[in-house]
């Protein structure tokens, strides 16, 4: 790309935040002066570029922010990461949720190029990580978008992967709207991934074709997550938590995962749930077929699926697509715990690495070293304990023990591991041995639950562990 187009670009937008001679007047102002919203039209037409001119905007010292999950745009990544190569950029910060793909720019090679700074760790910047070379935040998932808004965080280019512009102009940032807007209305310009294979959704996720500075056209499948083979371990802690703690009536929240998948594949038999989640899973898509999720005893957003990202497989993406039925809104109101407690009901199943005799609960890293982030558990936990008519239900649902068949309830949490859900946030563990209710009771009898759905060959150790920091045995009462 042109140095001469991109100057042109920044001189659109310049003119376009000028007020016009009758604002100067007094006598009315021009939208443009003082509305930033994504989805009022601009008298202009963004220049389709390839890939390596789409990212020749960026340049050393530049933050750039990037869609995550599903809706990664993995060729303007990957085309950044030669420009930054090429180009002998530095110190260009890329600022994301959860993002799929290779992530080439946190490759050793790129050190000094680019920096990862994660809101929630994904799989491919974890290394980057570990090895110093990346950065992770500690920051509840609704509170993402205040980085942006307190300017915390002030990116200079956002790449955005969106579905193709319908006859008005308007494309969808389709399965993760999450943060996204907010970081678009903070960002000096918009780059997008123009891509016929983005489901087109509904709520927040809409945004006009004339916003973007740059864009490129695409053919790319998403990026899929299936559901894997289920253990008989995680299909028992689905049955334990579908036939104990989920009620008809009630409003889901629940993550990606085998056990979120193993607790969907034991509600068949069910009576109108609701969904009113940061994400949702392939198996919800049946659960809708089947008529046991309705959304009809909903308060809020009655008769519609609430998300507001996801990733699964091509079922799930074809089932979001021009649907009506599914709401994707920002997450800062998705995870507020405010809106999560007027839902009915409000059940929410999250999972975690270890746990305590205590109830702590550890679930963004391994003793020191960082694994995730904390996500939008305590939002959700928090939210259904304060549940408005009384009836939420607040899940920690895990393996009793590793795949090294090490006990994940532990006498105390590994040196270095953070506790994301405190003792006190915690109404039910489930493991494959049952379900422990912690909700007022004195640790004493907490650690009594906790060791009754412990693997049993680990119990009496963790018995003897519990006398010696307590100087009483467990008991019921």
């Known amino acids: 790309m042109s140095k001469q187009l991109i100057r042109n670009v920044r001189q659109m937008k310049k003119l376009l935040s000028m007020p016009t001679a009758n604002a ?38 530049d933050t750039v922010f990037a869609q995550g999950a599903a809706a990664t745009p993995v ?8 420009h930054g190569k090429c180009n002998k950029l530095e110190n260009v910060t890329v600022c994301h949720m959860h993002t799929e793909g290779p992530a080439e720019y946190c490759k050793p090679e790129y050190e000094g190029i680019f920096r990862s700074n994660s809101f929630f760790m994904g799989g491919n910047v974890r290394k980057a990580v570990a090895e110093g070379r990346g950065d992770n935040m500690h920051i509840f998932l609704h509170e993402i978008p205040l980085l942006f808004s307190k300017k915390l965080v002030k990116p200079d280019v956002a790449f955005i992967h969106v579905s193709p512009p319908d006859n008005h102009g308007f494309c969808s940032l389709g399965t993760s709207v999450d943060c996204v807007r907010t970081a678009l209305l903070h960002s000096k310009m918009i780059v997008a991934q123009i891509n016929p294979n983005m489901p087109r959704t509904f709520g927040d996720s809409i945004i006009h074709k004339s916003h973007f500075d740059f864009a490129i056209q695409v053919d790319d499948k998403l990026p899929q997550h299936g559901t894997g083979e289920l253990s008989e371990v995680e299909k028992k802690i689905g049955k334990l938590i579908a036939e104990n703690l989920v009620k008809d009536g009630a409003t889901l929240q629940m993550g990606i995962g085998n056990i979120p998948d193993a607790v969907l594949n034991s509600l068949h038999n069910h009576k109108d749930l609701g969904i ?10 049946e659960l809708v077929r089947k008529g046991c999720v309705t959304n009809s005893r909903k308060t809020m957003h009655k008769g519609r699926i609430v998300g507001s990202f996801l990733i699964g497989n091509q079922a799930l993406y074809d089932f979001v697509n021009n649907n009506p039925f599914i709401e994707m809104l920002a997450i800062d109101y998705v995870n507020n715990t405010s809106i999560v407690k007027q839902q009915p009901r409000m059940t929410a ?49 895990m393996p009793s023990t590793t795949n090294k068949g090490e006990s994940k309830i532990v006498p105390m949490l590994k040196p270095g591991a953070g506790v994301v859900t405190s003792r006190a946030h915690v109404h039910y563990l489930v493991t494959e041995h049952g379900v422990a209710s912690l909700f007022g009771k004195n640790v004493r009898q907490r650690m009594y639950e906790l060791i009754q759905v412990a693997d049993p060959k680990h119990r009496e150790a963790l018995e003897k562990a519990a006398f010696e920091r307590i100087k009483v045995m467990p008991s019921p009462a």
């Open 24 to 61: 100067a007047a007094g006598s009315h102002n021009n939208y443009f002066t003082y509305v930033n919203e994504l989805s009022h039209p601009l008298p202009r037409e963004p220049p389709i570029v390839s890939p390596e001119e789409a990212v020749a905007c960026i340049k050393s010292g």
């Open 75 to 82: 060729a303007l990544l990957n085309a950044m990461s030669q």
């Open 276 to 285: 009113h989640s940061e994400m949702f899973a392939n198996g919800v898509v």
């Open 349 to 397: 199943i999250n999972s975690c690495i270890e746990v305590d005799l205590t109830g702590q609960v550890c679930s963004d890293s391994i003793g020191t070293r960082f694994y995730s982030g904390f996500g939008g558990q305590v939002d959700f936990i928090r939210g259904a304990a304060e549940a408005l008519d009384g009836l939420g239900v607040p899940i920690i649902a």
